[in-house]
T-cell receptor, first 115, second 114 residues
Framework: AQSVTQPDIHITVSEGASLELRCNYS??????LFWYVQSPGQGLQLLLK??????LVQGIKGFEAEFKRSQSSFNLRKPSVHWSDAAEYFC?????????????FGSGTQLTVLP | ETGVTQSPTHLIKTRGQQVTLRCSSQ?????VSWYQQALGQGPQFIFQ???????GRGNFPPRFSGLQFPNYSSELNVNALELDDSALYLC?????????????FGQGTRLTVV
């Protein structure tokens, strides 16, 4: 069965500092990988996705992620964090089971940004 | 703006009661999935509907059921509510093409069971 691990429950960075959020996945086939962001009391907004091709993908809000098959990782990065980036971030793998296309999420990383 | 809308936004129910949550899909999307997000956790897949039929279910008991209507809107029904059913319920719509599982989420319904 597929799984996603986000090792860091909570990360605190200063505004303007760089950010890397870790994500490791377990899936037997070619993974379809996603990063979502969730602000308090809100639904999920897609930041970026990887289906195939270039392993470095660019997303919205200045985020990027790199797929490393050898490490089963899909880490999210941002060179300079803004206070508005404070939120919870979820990594997910998209799988097909039977007829269903579904997402399996990690448990999330809460990002705090210090002024 | 994703175009996926859910109602109500908040709901309080008593243990043992039944609840219906509603979701209106984004225009052009024919697949709806429901997720449960307990506090401090990532969303968990409940089930998916395509062409008005359930075509996949996660590890949830039969008292969680759903419907999809011809206009692709959807309902999630939960019977015999338990305290552990308290969670944010998220609806996601997508276009069923190949293995593209990109989904667009609504803002969720916060269910509290007391």
């Amino acid at each position: 069965a597929q799984s996603v691990t986000q090792p860091d429950i909570h990360i605190t960075v200063s505004e303007g500092a760089s950010l890397e959020l870790r994500c490791n996945y377990s899936y037997g086939a070619t993974p379809y990988l996603f990063w979502y962001v969730q602000s308090p009391g809100q639904g999920l907004q897609l930041l970026l996705k990887y289906f195939s091709g270039d392993t470095l993908v660019q997303g919205i809000k200045g985020f990027e992620a790199e797929f490393k098959r050898s490490q089963s990782s899909f880490n999210l990065r941002k060179p300079s964090v803004h206070w508005s980036d404070a939120a919870e971030y979820f990594c997910a793998v998209g799988v097909v089971e039977g007829s269903a296309r579904q997402l399996t999420f990690g448990s999330g990383t809460q990002l705090t940004v210090l002024p | 703006e994703t175009g996926v809308t859910q109602s109500p936004t908040h709901l309080i129910k008593t243990r043992g009661q039944q609840v219906t949550l509603r979701c209106s899909s984004q225009s052009g999307h024919n697949t709806v999935s429901w997720y449960q997000q307990a506090l401090g956790q990532g969303p968990q897949f409940i089930f998916q509907y395509y062409r008005e039929e359930e075509n996949g279910r996660g590890n949830f008991p039969p008292r969680f059921s759903g419907l999809q209507f011809p206009n692709y809107s959807s309902e999630l029904n939960v019977n015999a509510l338990e305290l552990d059913d308290s969670a944010l319920y998220l609806c996601a719509s997508s276009v069923r093409t190949g293995v593209n599982t990109e989904a667009f989420f609504g803002q969720g319904t916060r269910l509290t069971v007391v």
